[in-house]
Every structure is written in structure tokens, then in C-alpha cells.
């Protein structure tokens, strides 16, 4: 059974920084691209980052470059992602996902194979 299991999350004050995971069962990471994404409440999904199947290659959204970063390592079948410098605009569900070995420039729109269910981060004083 695939799943996708993201863990993490919380509620913290601006500033503080998280640390997000994403725990592939399944399939083998290896052989994936990762992407992080999120969605706040009455917006649409945002992009934030993909790190290639070798970690050859990694993307960002331009405005997260600099406070967000992604890795992965393979033998824990783990992705994560790094924040730092949390503000309140950056409340939402983050997720992460799966596509076949590559992110390519259009990583924003490809058809992801595999879809974490989510996990909630609020920024608030």
C-alpha cells in the first residue's frame, strides 16, 4: 500500500522555524521526485519546492527561496523540508507528493503520482 505521511507541523510564532517530514511507504523514494506544497484556507494549492530522485536538482518558489529548503534521504524514505523565519502568511496544510525520478521546470503543474494527506502549520503571535 502506497502512502504518503507527512508529520511536523504545529502552531508557532513568527520566527520559529519547522521542520516538516514526509515518510514514503510503498514504493521506493528513490526512484521519485518529491514536491512540498501547501494550501491555505480559500486559496489555491502553492507550489513551494521539488528535489529531484538524486537530489541532482531542486526548485523553488521564487518568494520561499532563502527560508525554505527541501532534502531528502532515500535510505529513511524521507523528504523534508525546512522553514525557517515562519510569518503568518505562511499558515496553511502543507503536503507533499510523488512523480516519477524527475521535477522538470513545469514541477508546479505535473500530474503527481502520490499525494501526502497533510499537515497543518499556524503561524500566530
Known amino acids: 500500500q502506497v502512502q504518503l505521511v507527512e508529520s511536523g507541523g504545529g502552531s508557532v510564532q513568527p520566527g520559529s522555524s519547522l521542520r516538516l517530514s514526509c515518510a514514503a511507504s510503498?514504493?521506493?523514494?528513490?526512484?521519485?521526485?518529491m514536491g512540498w506544497f501547501r494550501q491555505a484556507p480559500g486559496k489555491e494549492r502553492e507550489g513551494i519546492s521539488c528535489?529531484?530522485?538524486?537530489?541532482?536538482?531542486?526548485y523553488y518558489t521564487q518568494s520561499l527561496q532563502g527560508r525554505f529548503f527541501i532534502s531528502r534521504d532515500n535510505a529513511k524514505n524521507t523528504v523534508y523540508l525546512q522553514m525557517n523565519s515562519l510569518k503568518p502568511e505562511d499558515t496553511a496544510v502543507y503536503y507533499c507528493?510523488?512523480?516519477?525520478?524527475?521535477?522538470?521546470?513545469?514541477?508546479?503543474?505535473?500530474?503527481?503520482?502520490?499525494w501526502g494527506q497533510g499537515t497543518q502549520v499556524t503561524v500566530s503571535s
Open positions: 528535489i529531484g530522485s538524486v537530489e541532482d536538482t531542486t
Open positions: 510503498g514504493f521506493t523514494l528513490a526512484n521519485y521526485a
Open positions: 507528493a510523488a512523480v516519477p525520478r524527475y521535477c522538470t521546470s513545469r514541477w508546479k503543474t505535473i500530474n503527481y503520482e502520490y
